[in-house]
């Protein structure tokens, strides 16, 4: 891993024309100071509401949810733990009837949920209990009423945004199937930005959408071997797949990040339904043009600046795209815990060459480099977003880029507000 | 399995974390997945710390699983141990990695490092957070305290035992107490955990005695160096006027000072306060507490003999210390409540119908929805909870930020029922900014006729600004361009559906 560090010379090297297309990569190994999966479910949950989330863990996982959500000012959640006894462990209780009787109770107080997933954890997954097969024997008991399904957020299998990935995959397995020619956007998206996207679609002359996940679990999209979707989101992998296996084809496309994004992603859309680049051009132009405007109040702070990216949620390189190509800004080092080549391929492309791309972790590592580049801007999660201000980093906690809406044309600005605040902050503060 | 919406405590390494985060030159390797370093916000967001907790936790993975997670640990150890070069190494696993039986105590020891190692066993699966955290200071006492060196000295001397990091109010705590013991004639020898380092607790035998702030956390180490060294012990927080004058008068007793000069000039305003007639309304007021069994147990004693308020309901999470609060609830002839769920919390809420709740931040959360005053007594803590400005809970300046704390909401409380027609308020409504940031003027196209001006002047002066507000809100939204008496009371009206 000392080794590793040498590798920074080879990637100033990199070939300019493909961006970062075969940048070289740092892999790291160490300690990752990261979200494990489930904490997508404080996304996810408001996403589909009439959904509950079942963590089947330990006060550990029960902790760790309430703790990235905040404390919230809730009724009663649509997500809990179940929390693992010692008697669970010891075999004094059979761990299945306990979950039973945990989930009848739950349905009992909570008669509007009608989709329930039962949510994996290291514990659960180090004492091998199969909740595949538990949410099938529920889902058989609780039919038709409530379906249940299972997913893994465990921090042994997944990092952060991996559980929405392993959620997705679980909904996909449950899809109807249908042989029409649709497009399915993939990725939770805030309501108001798949709103935004539907407008757009139809004016596109895509009529046939669907978004996976559903507001509501009735509304669950149907997929076959009609069905084109387009990621929304880029850490979608194992949901990719699960599609494709259930016929349906990928459409390549970098990620609906700033006006560029944006509109590479929509365009990636039309062609794939054979729609005119003029017909799209006529659609999209007013609001790239709107984004292009908000970008531009924003570019004065951020053009020049460096920028260096801990590794968190995945949006990592497209941010980076982002920031570099529409806001001038020079991204030192692209931390991602997990780089998936296939699916960011357009993104890497674009990305121009100059900065270290790593993948994995190794925190205190990582942190040297970071102290040694003094970046004007750094992105990470937040436990480490104080220590780094305190000696003297800006900094931009990264997961509010899951928890805001920052796709699409009307949230370039936004998106480009988050990173420009910090900064505009600091000249502001006199103390 | 238990079913958990919502928790008042963490796991117990969290509690570990406590204590070494508190602390100077302490380092912990914790074998834990990736996930569970989500602990470090708690520290860094909640308390605003301006480093990274010391830990070091191994994020060993599925893949791992087969393989050698042992290895992993003892490198993380040593890894650890070469960045940080802490004077003590605790090592534990957290609940995924206790089902792993990795033995981190024992792979530790094999390392072979230069300093002790502390090895903590925290059953996650029957412990929480607090245990967890009285468990590794008890540990890092046993391990370390030696035998008192015997210097003479001048002025007798304490140790402080408890305070840690997300405690509540425990830094400003630990400066109220000092000062306390300042004037009564004592100096504060250790402070610990908070700010000690392993050298500190080395001399902890030096202190003529113990004061233990917060037994939940000190408890333990305390009575075991009691019987160790045969230090005498103090353990009656100083929260309140009463129980602050029972600190002094038991701690001048032990350590043989005269108690009468601070007693006799305590210099707080709160019992005059309570006193005053202005109080009279606080009379009877119904109040419920739930926190921590320190914190709850004091707030009753507050609310009843300093405030004259009537409890009706005290609980606590703390099932260590269920004893000393059912004892305290069957002294004030009220029903002791013990769980860890909150719903069953606002379930006792709603039955007692209290007017002012003291509780956690979850219970601020459940008052605020039943639209009842609430101040926060107890962890678990929330970024409000450390305030900019000193604000103790202990000595003669605590239960000043205490009676200011308490009543302050019963005012407000006032000020809501007075208002209950006027709810359009930010606690209610999120999108109306409070009213104590300054409402913006009237837009020029709307106008008060003057009958309408004279009839809000007739509405006491300290709703008087909502009332404006709320009144210009609905007049908008109405289309309407002059504010007639109508108007005004259309909107009261509206508001208070
Ligand atoms: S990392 Fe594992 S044990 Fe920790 S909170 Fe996540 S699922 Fe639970
Ligand atoms: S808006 Fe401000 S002043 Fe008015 S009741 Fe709420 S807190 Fe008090």
């Known amino acids: 891993m000392n080794g590793a560090l040498h590798e920074v010379g080879a990637v100033q090297e990199a070939g300019h024309a493909a961006g970062c ?134 921090g042994i299998e997944t990092t952060f945004t991996q559980g ?35 407008r757009l679609f139809a004016a596109i002359g895509i009529a046939d959408v669907d978004f996976l996940p559903p507001r509501r679990a009735a509304d669950l999209p149907a997929v076959g071997a009609g069905t084109m979707f387009l990621l929304a989101q880029p850490f979608l992998a194992d949901t990719a797949r699960a599609l494709e296996s259930r016929g349906a084809t990928r459409i390549a496309a970098p990620f609906p990040l700033g006006a560029e994004g944006t509109t590479l992603w929509l365009r990636a859309a039309a062609e794939a339904f054979g729609i005119a680049p003029a017909r799209l051009r006529e659609a999209t132009g007013i609001a790239e043009h709107r984004a292009r405007t908000a970008l531009a109040r924003h570019k004065a702070m951020l053009a020049g600046k460096r920028i260096f990216f801990f590794p968190d949620s995945q949006l990592e390189v497209p941010l980076a795209r982002f920031l570099a190509r529409e806001l001038g800004m020079r991204p030192v080092e692209v931390g991602t815990p997990y780089l998936h080549r296939a699916h960011l391929a357009e993104e890497l492309a674009l990305l121009p060459a100059g900065p270290l791309l790593s993948e994995g972790q190794d925190v205190d590592r990582q942190l040297d480099r970071c102290r040694a580049a003094r970046p004007d801007l750094t992105v990470c999660g937040l436990g480490l977003a104080n220590p780094l201000e305190a000696e003297g980093l800006a900094t931009k906690w990264s997961i509010e880029l899951l928890f805001t809406p920052i796709q699409g044309y009307e949230q370039a600005g936004d998106l480009a507000d988050l990173f420009a605040r910090p900064l505009v902050r600091r000249l502001k503060l006199a103390v | 399995m238990q079913l958990t919406l919502w928790t008042y405590e963490g796991p117990p390494h969290v509690g570990a974390m406590r204590v070494a985060t508190a602390m100077r030159n302490v380092h912990y390797v914790l074998h834990a997945p990736q996930g569970d370093t989500y602990a470090d916000l708690l520290f860094t967001m909640i308390e605003r710390r301006d480093r990274r907790p010391p830990v070091t936790y191994t994020t060993f993975q599925a893949r791992d699983l087969g393989g050698d997670t042992a290895g992993l640990f003892q490198q993380a150890c040593r890894d650890a141990y070469e960045r940080f070069r802490p004077e003590v190494l605790l090592v534990g696993a957290s609940c995924t990695a206790e089902l792993l039986q990795d033995d981190p105590g024992g792979l530790a020891a094999a390392v072979g490092l230069p300093v002790p190692v502390i090895p903590l066993e925290l059953p996650s699966y029957q412990r929480k957070e607090n245990w967890g955290a009285a468990e590794t200071f008890y540990r890092l006492v046993r391990a370390l305290a030696q035998p008192a060196a015997g210097t003479a000295r001048a002025r007798p001397r304490c140790n402080l035992l408890g305070p840690v990091a997300l405690g509540f109010r425990h830094r400003d705590d630990v400066a109220a107490v000092t000062a306390l013991l300042d004037r009564l004639g004592a100096d504060v020898h250790v402070t610990a955990p908070l700010g000690a380092s392993p050298a500190d607790l080395a001399t902890l035998a030096d202190a003529d005695c113990n004061i233990v702030l917060y037994p939940e956390i000190a408890a333990t180490a305390a009575q075991w160096l009691g019987r160790s060294f045969g230090m005498p012990c103090v353990t009656l927080p100083p929260i309140g006027v009463s129980a602050t004058r029972d600190f002094i008068a038991e701690v001048a007793r032990v350590l043989g000072l005269d108690p009468a000069p601070v007693l006799a000039d305590p210099g707080t305003r709160a019992p005059w306060y309570a006193r005053s007639v202005d109080s009279t309304y606080l009379t009877g007021k119904r109040v419920f507490v ?36 059912r004892a305290a609830a069957n002294a004030y002839g009220v029903e002791p409540l013990i769980t860890d769920d909150y719903l069953d919390v606002e379930k006792a809420i709603i039955a007692a119908q209290p007017e002012l709740v003291l509780g956690s931040q979850m219970e601020r959360h459940v008052a605020k929805r039943l639209g009842i005053p609430c101040a926060v007594i107890s962890a678990p803590v929330h970024v409000q909870d450390f305030p900019a400005r000193f604000s103790p809970q202990m000595g003669f300046e605590g239960a000043d930020v205490i009676f200011d704390t308490w009543v302050h909401p019963l005012m407000m409380g006032l000020e809501e029922h007075l208002l209950s027609m006027f709810r359009d308020d930010f606690e209610f409504n999120d999108s109306a900014a409070p009213s104590h940031i300054a409402a913006a003027p009237a837009p020029a196209t709307l106008a008060w006729a003057a009958e309408a001006e004279q009839e809000l002047k007739k509405i006491p002066f300290f709703v008087r600004g909502k009332a404006r507000r709320n009144t210009e809100t609905f007049a908008q939204s109405r289309g309407l361009s002059l504010i007639t008496v109508e108007a005004l009371y259309d909107a009261k009206a509206h508001f208070a559906r």
């Open chain 2, 290 to 325: 739930f926190g921590d069994a320190t914190h709850a147990i004091a707030a009753a004693r507050i609310a009843t003999a300093e405030l004259g308020l009537s409890l009706v309901g005290l609980g606590t999470y703390s099932r260590e210390l269920a004893r000393d609060v």
């Open chain 1, 164 to 198: 929405e990935d392993a959620c997705l995959a679980a909904l996909v397995a449950d899809l109807p199937t249908t042989r029409a020619r649709r497009l399915l956007v993939v990725g939770a998206l805030a309501d108001v930005v798949e709103d935004q996207f539907r």
């Open chain 1, 21 to 154: 297309a075969d940048a070289p990569v740092l892999r790291q190994r160490g300690q990752r100071e990261v979200f494990c999966g489930l904490t997508g479910i404080v996304w996810l949950h408001r996403k589909i509401q009439d959904a509950f989330f079942l963590v089947v863990g330990s006060r550990t996982c029960a902790h760790l949810i309430q703790s990235a959500a905040g404390v919230m000012i809730f009724a009663e959640p649509r997500f809990a733990t179940a929390i693992i006894e010692e008697r669970d462990l010891a075999g004094l209780a059979d761990a299945n009837d306990e979950l039973d009787s945990v989930v009848g109770r739950l349905i009992a107080r909570r008669p509007e949920i009608k989709l329930l997933f039962l949510v994996g954890s290291c514990p659960s997954e180090v004492i091998k209990l199969d909740l595949s097969r538990a949410a099938q024997r529920l889902s058989r008991s609780l039919a038709p009423a409530v379906r249940v399904l299972s997913y893994s957020g465990s």
